[in-house]
């Protein structure tokens, strides 16, 4: 990709197959959830093994690789969300996923990038400054900001500190990151993997929503492109994130070659 | 020396002119849910209303705290910024704020006790001593932790750890005003609404979502107490002035019969006014890890908890 070498396309993996098909991808890195300890299903998630084979693969095809941690452990199983991080280090990925700030802060001690989590629910710059201070590198908005206020903070925030999802989920019931209605109406705490407690019902602390708010009919969500990649290269964010995980990786390429079709387009021709 | 203070919020001037402030020992000036709320306290254009509820506040000898948008935009911080500065001769107690942003803003450029609110999602003992050297000395902690892992935070940290004592549970924020953009009403005509999907119920308030139950701990305060916690809160917010007098009222009796070493110290007419004010019942589920709504406890019978799912003693 000599011709927009800054760019990053980051695409979801559920599984080693998703690696091995979108590794053939203009798909630039990857991320994939730790099982029970990511914003993603159960079954779209990776256990360690697997984790282990799929940064292995993407290496060898030069692409990079992040490990989602982004579920918030409980209080009592901090320790144990730290041991369980420790055997990830072992596997190098290239950054880790994650929105608890204590987590952020031991994981950047350990010598590890970190990415700041759309679940940090990042809307304005000093969010943005915040979350550096504890050592984040790199921070992904809230899905919740228009195109001005993103330009609003890549004015003040240097953008290669910037990620923006342009393809996914957008919540209309609640800011994404600080909803309880689900775990409100339905809540369930399940151990999980290496995980002591998973409760259900609670999108921060087990990825699970049951969107009870839909029952409301308030059409809680929308699922699409949320952002224009060319507006947001236009000013100089440079890393989008791609959601979908589950997706067939088939599709998600399609919409990877479609989007970075788009991007050179606009940058050959110095349209920005 | 009394070991608990009350704290409750109200939007604006009128609300707390009405307040019974005997039972009542601070209170958070603002509603951080929307800046628009007429009137609202937190609104930089009422800085005026703002001077003259904390010095009203102050003359009775009650604690007054600013309070700050929950989710601002840069917009927002701006407006934030100029509020700090106008503060000059306003001799507040703390500084409400929910997004971390704004407590790096506040904590850079005003020297003000931060009190961390519900919207900030705090969940352990490591993200309550870390945003203490950001200034934060009060937590509310998130309400979907149970009371175990509330205990174990208490005793990891030195920080202040606020009890949700009572009150509608704050369950979301949304970019659009359900009021202004589904029920078509201007912000003059705010109220708020309640969103009935069969038996489930919950209370809109334009930006913000709440329980249409009231969460409530009146059972469970001597266990609060004697593990060290200080700060009882109810939450006043789109509440009128009556309920908040009623129930700070009965907490602070409470309060004050477990100080006094009365075992059943939970008189019936106070669980009778609680079942008056609490239109569509009571709710503690997440102290025992189950769903928010459920309550679990002996003093409200099960048709008074308002679901087929209560628990009856």
Redesign the interface.
């Known amino acids: 990709m000599k011709d927009l070498k800054d760019l990053e396309l980051i695409a979801p993996v559920s599984c080693i197959n998703d690696v091995l098909v979108l590794s053939d991808s203009k798909a630039t890195a990857f991320y994939a959830g730790l099982y029970g300890w990511s914003r993603a299903s159960r079954h779209n998630e990776l256990d360690g093994d697997e984790l282990k084979e799929a940064i292995e693969i993407a290496k060898e095809r030069s692409k990079r690789f992040y490990i989602s941690f982004n579920l918030?452990?409980?209080?009592?199983e901090?320790n144990q969300a730290k041991k369980v991080l420790e055997n990830m280090f072992l596997f190098k990925p290239d950054a880790f996923i994650v929105t608890?700030?204590?987590i952020i802060?031991f994981i950047r001690e350990n010598g590890f990038e970190v990415h700041a989590s759309l679940g940090?629910?990042?809307?304005?710059?000093?969010?943005?400054?915040?979350?550096m201070?504890?050592g984040a590198k790199r921070v992904v908005l809230s899905p919740?900001?228009d195109m001005e206020?993103i330009k609003?903070?890549a004015k003040e925030i240097n953008p290669a500190n910037l990620e923006v999802m342009i393809w996914g989920t957008r919540c209309?019931?609640?800011?994404m990151?600080?909803?309880?209605?689900s775990?409100?109406?339905?809540?369930e705490?399940k151990p999980i993997g290496t995980r002591y407690s998973v409760?259900e019902?609670?999108p921060?602390?087990s990825g699970i929503c049951f969107k009870?708010?839909a029952?409301?009919?308030?059409d809680p969500y929308t699922c699409s492109e949320l952002y224009s990649p060319k507006e947001l290269f236009k000013i100089g964010i440079r890393y989008f994130k791609m959601g979908g995980r589950g997706m067939k990786p088939q599709y998600l390429k399609n919409l990877i070659e479609g989007m970075y079709e788009e991007l050179r387009d606009l940058y050959s021709c110095r349209r920005y | 020396m009394k070991n608990y203070e009350i704290y409750t919020h109200v939007e604006d001037i009128e609300k707390l002119k009405k307040l019974n402030l005997e039972s009542i020992d601070g209170v958070y000036l603002g509603d951080p849910t929307c800046i628009e709320y007429p009137g609202n306290l937190a609104n930089p254009k009422n800085i005026t209303l703002l001077k003259e509820a904390v010095n009203y506040l102050k003359e009775k000898g009650k604690k007054a705290f600013l309070v700050s948008l929950a989710e601002p935009r840069n917009s927002d911080l701006k407006l934030l910024f100029e509020f700090i500065e106008n503060l000059q001769g306003i001799d507040a107690d703390g500084f409400e704020a929910h997004n971390m942003g704004a407590i790096r803003l506040i904590r850079n450029t005003l020297n003000i006790p931060i009190h961390v609110g519900f919207y900030a999602n705090i969940y352990t003992h490591e993200t309550v001593n870390l945003l203490s050297k950001y200034n934060a000395k009060v937590f509310y902690l998130n309400p979907e932790l149970s009371l175990d892992e509330i205990l174990f935070i208490k005793a990891h940290t030195n920080s202040e750890i606020a009890v949700f004592a009572h009150g509608k549970l704050p369950l979301g924020i949304s970019e659009a005003c359900f009021i202004k953009e589904e029920l078509d009403k201007e912000c003059s005509k705010c109220n708020s609404v309640i969103l009935t999907a069969g038996k489930w119920k919950l209370k809109n308030v334009g930006k913000g979502t709440f329980s249409a139950k009231d969460w409530c701990t009146i059972e469970y305060l001597g266990t609060f107490l004697e593990n060290g916690f200080r700060i009882f809160y109810i939450n006043g917010l789109r509440e009128d002035a009556i309920y908040i007098n009623t129930l700070s009222e009965i907490y602070k009796n409470a309060l004050e019969a477990i100080n006094n070493g009365v075992k059943n110290y939970i008189k019936a007419e106070w669980i009778e006014k609680i079942l008056l004010l609490s239109e569509y019942g009571v709710a503690n589920g997440y102290l025992f890890k189950e769903a928010g709504y459920k309550y679990v406890g002996r003093c409200f019978y099960e048709e008074a908890i308002n679901t087929s799912t209560g628990r009856k003693h």
Do not use: A
């Not at chain 1, 918030?72 to 009592?76: A, N, Q, T, W």
């Open positions: 918030i452990p409980g209080p009592l901090l608890d700030i204590g802060k940090c629910t990042s809307i304005n710059k000093e969010d943005v400054r915040f979350l201070e504890i919740h900001l206020n609003d903070i209309k019931m609640s800011i990151g600080i909803c309880r209605i775990s409100y109406f339905d809540l705490e409760w019902g609670s921060k602390r009870s708010c029952q409301f009919e308030l």
